[in-house]
């Protein structure tokens, strides 16, 4: 079983908050409300997320605050903003940014979506789908290979949730992302959410679509909640709110999926209607039990 | 081939059709889907324009201000993913928006509560050593000339309307029934520290850290004062500089 540390450029390692890898444990999305808290009680967590685009900013109390608990924990960056999709290039200015956060931080981990958000000059502020067919494979391959490259790092590539698939797609999007992670050598960030979402909204099999997935590369795991709406044909059609807590099908799938992978550092994303602090820490408990009994079990086979 | 185009233009766009080569699993119609992305561009952005501008919203009702804000976020999008600075423009588009014309003061209350956003964010910076400037303030002859660098956190905001105390009615401080719009104030806003704080000056200090901060000189921004109000208080205007630890440079350098 190959881990993330596979991953790592030559001699990068060591345990943290330093550089290297994240823990095999769970973390939690970092959210202004709890600065205080969190500095305060200094809870026992395997790591921070945050992302990127909330601290591209100048000075100021995001920048007191993370630099005070960055002390204390290993780091994720999660960008939003990179718009990998985009027909249009990379938005090297964006890159910049980036370049510079992640050179502040030191994170253990950078990661984006299989998406795009930015067209014509103008952000989205969604993470929007791509057909997946040759065209958009070397596209989304030339934008990783630039992207690890100006970071000189490898990055991780979430699986997206999505609400409409495309005609002319020629690649399912298991396959798809396998072809992307064999071409740059980047590494998988599996949003188990969104494969719940995706594969209640498209019809699919979850536990075969994961299974589908280049799972040797999983760096890191996602989990989030959902809103429930329907279709015009009266199925469901579950939407990725990041604002409820993670649901029982997607911890179960969690379970499955750890049986596939052995212990993955397991993020708790919760953007939406963020709840008190102890509330996502019970969250993050939750998956930290999980992981330890793969972790006890050993690496599978 | 060109997917994105359309996509974007149609997520903007709530007049605009679903965009062509969509499929489902189930064969249901795609564009009751295409709705989900449509509905998380512009909710979320509303919501950020929101979180920026509460006080606003707070003036108008939840109803009318979701309504101007997706009005303005369809025409305004973003720019950048940088979210944390959307809605520069959003007080302007208040202000020319017909329907909040009966509240004329609507616009620099929005353009305080950018502005407390900006300084939140600004750039850090250290005061300049107070011995250092009560050294230069010695010699009368050479204070015409002193150039100063402000703090990036600093900002002044001068008003036709009490913008200062309905913010600050807003914030606990004050009675909103009790405040006359029509007064005209000038705001300073200046992180200190880790806060913002929101402050009222009179418009004659407001004209001269407002000069000061452009980088002309003391004697420049004293005139512009005293042509506002003969009793412009200079020591008292400085004094507040220095407290609130607002000068961070003495005759810097100037980018020619």
Redesign the interface.
Known sequence: MTTARHFLPPGVGGSAPGAGTLPARSGLGLKPEHFHSILETLPDLGFFEIHA??Y?????????YLTRIRSHYPLSIHG????IG??AGL?ET?LD?LAALIKRYAPQSFSEHLA???????????L?PL?YHA?TLHRVCAHIDRVQERLQRPMLLENPAT??????STFGEADFISEVVRRTGCGLLLDVSNVHVSCV????DPRAFIAALPLAATGQIHLAGFAR?V???G?P?L?DSHGAPVADEVWRLYRCALEMLGPVPTLIERDNDVPAFPVLLAEARKAEAMLSTFAEAGEPA | MNVQTPFAAALLDPARPCPDGLVTWNGSDPARRFQVYRNNVIVSLVDALADTFAVTQQLVGDEFFRAMARLYACAHPPRSPVLALYGGDFPAFIEGFPPAAGLPYLADVARLEYLRVVAYHAADASPVDPTALAALLTDESALPALRMRLHPALAVLPSDAAVVSLWAAHQGVGALEEVIPEVPETALILRQGLEVDVRQIPAAAGAFIATLGAGLPLGQAAARATALDGGFDLAGALGLLLQSSAITALNPVLPQ
């Open positions: 685009e909330n591209m900013v100048e000075g100021g109390p995001y920048h007191h939003v903003g990179l718009s985009a027909e938005d964006h940014r795009w958000s930015s067209h014509g000059g103008v952000f989205l502020n969604d929007l057909p065209e609400y409409v698939e495309f005609a002319d909204n498209h019809g699919r709406d279709d015009a044909a199925d059609l939407i």
